[in-house]
């Protein structure tokens, strides 16, 4: 897998999950767009990119609002020519009882978690579809699509419909040369490994608990140019625990 000159625009890329695919692509010679909120930590992991040979570019973006995702994109055109791969990574969360969750905290987490994923991929397929071998594109969602803990209602809602969007896209965007799939975590540890119990670990079918190397290897396998022909897809990266059947004692 050869990510070498692609251009390679990650939302939601200054912490945690999107940091760690930034890193990952950058060491597979990828250039980075670095899209976020948060410009202190954005331009400090472009400068750690650049540092290292790598080629990264920050592009401070608020994925609620429209006119700053056309601008993500228009830039990282002018800038590089080309738009290869997308990756829809940006999302908040609010765990709060149904009862007090007011309409504009569920608008909050329904347009940063679902509604920037059809604005960046509308605005990044104009650009991939000039390319000679089209593009790719993936959403993270989220096992919460899949299944529920309490008070996770606008979350769950915005993490299924990424995966009912990841597939209409799939079949809109199909005859561009563009795949889009979706990636769903489980745990995926993003603090100090280390401090983790041995019962997190060992409460996985795999034994362990996930790392953002984890869903860098699922991208690269979902984004590399050698694969046209998966797409539509949910590929779950969760160590097994959604296929684990639980009962209480």
Same mark, same amino acid.
């Given at each position: 897998? *050869? ?47 650049? !540092?290292?040979?790598? @080629? ?5 973006? *608020? ?39 007011? &309409?504009? $905290? ?6 940063? @978690? ?8 509308? $605005? &990044? ?7 000679? @071998? ?5 959403? %993270? ?6 299944? !529920? ?19 209409? %896209?799939?079949?809109? %965007? ?17 603090? @100090? ?20 190397? *984890? ?35």
């Amino acid at each position: 897998m *050869d990510f070498r000159k692609k251009v390679v625009v990650i939302t939601g890329a200054s912490n945690g999950i999107g940091k760690g695919l930034s890193s990952a692509y950058a060491e597979k010679g990828a250039i980075i767009v670095i899209a976020d909120m948060d410009e202190e930590a954005g331009r400090r992991i472009a400068s750690d990119i650049n !540092s290292h040979n790598g @080629n990264a570019l920050f592009i401070q973006t *608020d994925v609620r609002k429209e006119k700053e995702i056309i601008h993500l994109m228009k830039t990282t055109k002018e800038v590089y020519g080309q738009i290869d791969i997308l990756i829809n990574n940006a999302g908040i969360s609010k765990w709060k009882s149904l009862y007090e969750l007011s &309409a504009n $905290e569920w608008d909050d987490i329904l347009h940063t @978690n679902l509604r920037s994923v059809f604005l960046c991929s509308r $605005e &990044a397929a104009k650009f991939m579809k000039e390319n000679k @071998n089209g593009g790719a594109i993936v959403n %993270l969602a989220s096992t919460r699509a899949l299944m !529920s803990e309490p008070n996770s209602e606008a979350y769950a809602a915005s993490k299924g419909g990424i995966i009912s969007l990841t597939h209409a %896209l799939a079949v809109s %965007l199909g005859r561009d040369k563009i795949t889009v799939n979706a990636i769903s975590p489980g745990w995926i540890e993003t603090g @100090n490994y280390s401090d983790l119990r041995k019962i997190d670990h060992e409460q996985h079918p795999s034994m362990r608990v996930g790392k953002p190397e *984890d869903l860098a290897r699922a991208c690269f396998y979902l984004t590399s140019e050698e694969n046209d022909f998966v797409t539509g897809v949910n590929l779950v990266v969760d160590g097994g625990m959604t296929r684990k059947m639980i009962y209480e004692e």
